[in-house]
């Protein structure tokens, strides 16, 4: 016998029931885009190497260890499947020369892919629903896309601020950075007795990680350093603040997070994360920010733009772990069909019912008639139409109201279908 084969580990297959679930989830964020003005965009999932070493820099975990990259085996190209989908968007943009007369705002479903390992909200490929505002320099955006998330998060039923919540930082810009880098070396070079050995290391390579530092005895010194705020100038802290007051002003509840930084390079000014308690170590849904830089560094005309990805794994564990589903979806009809003879009829029907939108079920060589009830009951269709021989002979079909065992059976004319086909579908 051959060895059966098995998925990639760490990609999974999304199956029924459970792809409903993904379906319905798709379609409220599909109608959530058109009610903000965001138009879909698909870009390919195999990007030259380059488009993320460039786009995500190349001292980030993604870069470094993450991406799935291979050499095309026809002519030697370096490729990787997309781990984000930021970069390929702008690329896009760039090649099409799509920002030249304003803005755009896009959106975007799909697969990404990350080499990590495996585990709760954590898989290797996984998917993102995410936005690019591009060619927006203005603090609106940035609140029109946090609120807009709120937006979703109402529509899905989850409750902001118990089931999830906002942090807020502004990491300000480059030369910001670069200034309060400079002073954190310094402060951490003149206590450098009173760092641990890991902190010592980071001290040249990445002193902004020794403040992630979980040590205790380092806390103090932590508490006390350098903070990037006081770096802020006047434009960043004024783009912060008109962000902060659309949140206010929209009711919205959040947390300003100094140690909020984002993991890839391009970040700067806005930076946030949708945060939930509810799914353990994997708490982060959503993150996104403002990137006004990279258009720029992936050789368009410079451009800033903001955007986010939101893990759809996630947030579709956080609505299972909170017993919010997806509505179920019965179909209209159930069709039963006692002799197969009659099949040639029963199909003119039902072809007729289903374009005029009403969805119908059958199985008609499966099973006997009693099987074929019961799958009708089983089904949630409201109504079943038994094409008994009797009544096909006078041109006819009897409808039984599944749900209500008072409603007499009546017959309907198969002459008519289109006629009593809104009935079915409005019931
Ligand atoms: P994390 O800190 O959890 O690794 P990240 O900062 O790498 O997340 P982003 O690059 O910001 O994640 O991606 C946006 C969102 O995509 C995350 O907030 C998360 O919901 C989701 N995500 C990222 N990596 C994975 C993965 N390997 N499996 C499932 N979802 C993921
Ligand atoms: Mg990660």
Not at 59 to 76: C, R
Not at 216 to 237: N, R, T, V, Y
């Amino acid at each position: 016998m051959a060895t059966t084969l098995r998925a990639v580990k760490g990609m999974n297959d999304i199956l029924p029931p459970d792809s409903a679930r993904w379906e319905w989830l798709e379609e409220q964020i599909r109608s959530l885009m058109r009610r903000y003005g965001y138009a879909n965009v698909r870009t390919p999932i195999v990007e030259p190497t380059a488009l993320f070493v460039r786009g995500l820099g190349e001292v980030t975990d993604i870069v470094e260890k993450e991406m799935y990259s291979f050499e095309d085996s026809m002519n030697g190209d370096r490729l990787s499947l997309r781990p984000e989908n930021t970069a390929g968007v702008v690329r896009s943009m760039i090649e099409h020369n799509l920002l030249r007369d304003g803005g755009r705002r896009l959106y975007y479903i799909g697969p990404m892919f990350r080499h990590e390992r495996p585990q709760k909200g954590r898989s290797r490929q996984f998917h993102q629903f995410g936005v690019e505002a591009l060619g927006y320099a203005g603090p609106d955006v940035d609140a029109e896309l946090i609120l807009l998330l709120r937006a979703l998060w109402r529509q899905l039923g989850l409750v902001e601020g118990s089931d999830i919540r906002l942090e807020l930082n502004s990491l300000g810009q480059p030369d910001e950075r670069q200034a309060h880098r400079a002073a954190l070396v310094d402060y951490l070079t003149a206590h450098a007795q009173q760092l641990d050995e890991d902190s010592q290391r980071r001290l040249h390579s990445n002193p902004l990680r020794i403040l992630d530092s979980k040590n205790p005895a380092m806390q103090a010194l932590i508490e006390a350093a350098p903070k990037l705020s006081d770096f802020l100038g006047a434009d960043s802290l004024a783009h912060f603040d008109a962000v902060r007051a659309v949140l206010d002003a929209a009711g919205l509840a959040y947390r300003v997070n100094p140690r909020l930084v984002r993991g890839l390079d391009y970040y700067n000014l806005t930076v946030f994360e949708w945060v939930t308690e509810r799914l353990g170590a994997q708490g982060t849904v959503c993150g996104g920010g403002r990137y006004d830089g990279l258009i720029e560094q992936l050789g368009g005309k410079p451009a800033p733009a903001v955007g986010f990805g939101l893990g759809m794994e996630r947030l579709l564990l956080l609505l299972e772990e909170l017993k919010i589903a997806a509505p179920a979806e019965a179909p209209n009809v159930y069709a039963v069909v006692p002799a197969a003879d009659a099949l040639p009829k029963v199909f003119a029907a039902l072809e007729t019912l289903r374009a005029a939108g009403v969805s119908v079920l059958m199985n008609a060589g499966l099973s006997g008639m009693k099987a074929q009830f019961r799958r009708a009951d089983s089904s949630g269709a409201r109504y079943a139409l038994i094409f008994g021989d009797e009544e096909l002979a006078r041109g006819e079909v009897a409808l039984k109201d599944l749900r209500d065992a008072a409603v007499p059976q009546r017959s309907l004319s198969l002459d008519k279908v289109a006629d009593w086909a809104a009935e079915l579908l409005n019931a």
